[in-house]
């Protein structure tokens, strides 16, 4: 591996969504302190869970193992109705760290189903962010809302009213996997309604974009990512599509030796809810087997930045947003 080079995709790492996430449980760890309660982990990584607990975030599954009166906040996956009325039905202060363009598509789906429509959701069975979009139709609408996850589902769709059709996405889904299941949509139902916007999220589209521009530069793509981060194993994937193998590793110790043999070129990425510290960890490995240089390539800039909540600015921010 002597005299190989790594080469940086750009952008990678954390998006603008999974930065506000775990500002808001900082920002309640300092203001309400310990413990602070959060549904599902805040972010899929290991690194970022781990911190975050080390400092008294507690990560739960069920509301109901929040004691009375304590401080709940939402992952960036977004969480069902039903969740919400059980949190407010105890008294919970809760802070929503729900990622602003999976709320959109929320807004969207309960939209649909005041008009009337059934929706079609493209996504992940068991995803957190599938079950927090399926979950804002009302319980027992059992045929409001239909997951599909290959295009061989839609064949076996069945719909109330093909005129009153519309489909909605997973954000972290790979585009190409949902043009295919889009594309068969569209057949099957001419009239189906799609969503205003595409619902891949900017991040993980731009993400996508530069890991298919340097797959082809190099031999080998390393994904910085845990195994339960949906857009890491699509970023994987779309690597794997352009030919090039391709690992995803939680940490830099998961680096195994056989994959450096013969490489000349490495490839490095990391998924949204990655921090930019383990890409650091992985190039230092890297070297460590005798990589001799490490170059970023060039791609989109990203400006995109949400607003906290309310209750979580600082004094400063309040009386910015006053004047």
Same mark, same amino acid.
């Given at each position: 591996?002597?005299n190989?080079?790594?080469?940086?995709?750009?952008?990678?790492?954390?998006?603008?969504g999974?930065?506000?996430?775990i500002?808001?449980v900082?920002r309640?760890?300092?203001?309400?302190?310990?413990?602070?309660?959060?549904?599902?982990e805040?972010?899929?990584n290991?690194?970022?869970?781990?911190?975050?607990k080390a400092?008294?975030a507690?990560?739960?599954?069920?509301i109901?193992q929040?004691?009375?009166?304590?401080t709940l906040?939402?992952?960036?996956?977004?969480v069902?109705?039903?969740?919400r009325?059980?949190a407010e039905?105890r008294g919970l202060?809760?802070?929503?760290?729900t990622?602003?363009?999976?709320t959109?598509?929320?807004?969207?789906?309960?939209?649909?189903?005041?008009?009337?429509f059934e929706?079609?959701?493209?996504?992940?069975?068991g995803h957190?962010?599938?079950?927090?979009?399926m979950?804002?139709?009302?319980?027992?609408?059992?045929?409001?809302?239909?997951?599909v996850?290959?295009?061989?589902d839609?064949?076996?769709?069945?719909?109330?009213?093909?005129e009153k059709l519309?489909?909605?996405?997973?954000?972290?889904? #790979?585009?190409? /996997?949902t043009?295919?299941?889009? !594309?068969?949509l569209? %057949? +099957? &139902?001419?009239?189906?309604r799609a969503?205003k916007?595409?619902?891949?999220?900017?991040?993980?589209?731009?993400r996508q974009?530069a890991?298919?521009?340097m797959a082809?530069?190099?031999?080998?793509?390393?994904?910085?990512?845990?195994?339960?981060?949906?857009?890491s194993?699509r970023?994987?994937?779309?690597?794997?599509?352009?030919?090039?193998p391709a690992y995803?590793?939680? #940490?830099?110790? /998961?680096?195994?030796?056989?994959? !450096?043999?013969?490489? %000349? +070129? &490495?490839g490095v990425t990391?998924?949204?809810?990655?921090?930019?510290v383990?890409?650091?960890?992985?190039?230092?490995?890297?070297?460590?087997?005798?990589?001799?240089?490490?170059?970023?390539?060039d791609?989109?800039?990203?400006?995109?930045?949400?607003?906290?909540?309310?209750?979580l600015k600082?004094d400063?921010e309040r009386?910015a947003?006053?004047?």
């Amino acid at each position: 591996m002597n005299n190989s080079e790594v080469l940086l995709a750009s952008p990678r790492g954390f998006c603008a969504g999974v930065d506000r996430a775990i500002e808001i449980v900082e920002r309640a760890l300092q203001r309400f302190n310990p413990p602070i309660y959060v549904r599902h982990e805040i972010v899929h990584n290991t690194y970022v869970v781990d911190y975050l607990k080390a400092r008294g975030a507690v990560f739960i599954e069920d509301i109901s193992q929040v004691p009375l009166g304590s401080t709940l906040i939402y992952s960036a996956h977004g969480v069902p109705r039903a969740v919400r009325k059980q949190a407010e039905a105890r008294g919970l202060k809760i802070f929503d760290a729900t990622c602003p363009l999976v709320t959109k598509v929320h807004v969207e789906v309960m939209k649909l189903r005041r008009e009337g429509f059934e929706i079609i959701m493209i996504g992940h069975a068991g995803h957190p962010e599938v079950e927090g979009t399926m979950g804002q139709a009302e319980q027992g609408e059992a045929s409001g809302m239909m997951l599909v996850q290959t295009v061989e589902d839609v064949a076996d769709l069945q719909v109330a009213d093909i005129e009153k059709l519309a489909y909605v996405s997973q954000t972290t889904l #790979s585009v190409d /996997e949902t043009a295919d299941i889009i !594309l068969a949509l569209k %057949k +099957r &139902f001419p009239h189906i309604r799609a969503p205003k916007k595409e619902d891949i999220c900017y991040a993980t589209q731009n993400r996508q974009d530069a890991v298919k521009f340097m797959a082809p530069l190099v031999d080998v793509v390393i994904v910085v990512g845990s195994p339960t981060s949906s857009n890491s194993n699509r970023l994987r994937e779309v690597a794997e599509k352009k030919g090039v193998p391709a690992y995803m590793v939680d #940490s830099a110790q /998961e680096i195994q030796p056989q994959w !450096l043999k013969g490489v %000349k +070129r &490495f490839g490095v990425t990391a998924g949204a809810s990655a921090p930019e510290v383990l890409v650091q960890e992985v190039i230092e490995t890297l070297k460590s087997y005798g990589a001799q240089s490490v170059r970023q390539l060039d791609g989109v800039t990203e400006h995109v930045t949400f607003p906290l909540p309310r209750g979580l600015k600082s004094d400063v921010e309040r009386r910015a947003l006053n004047e």
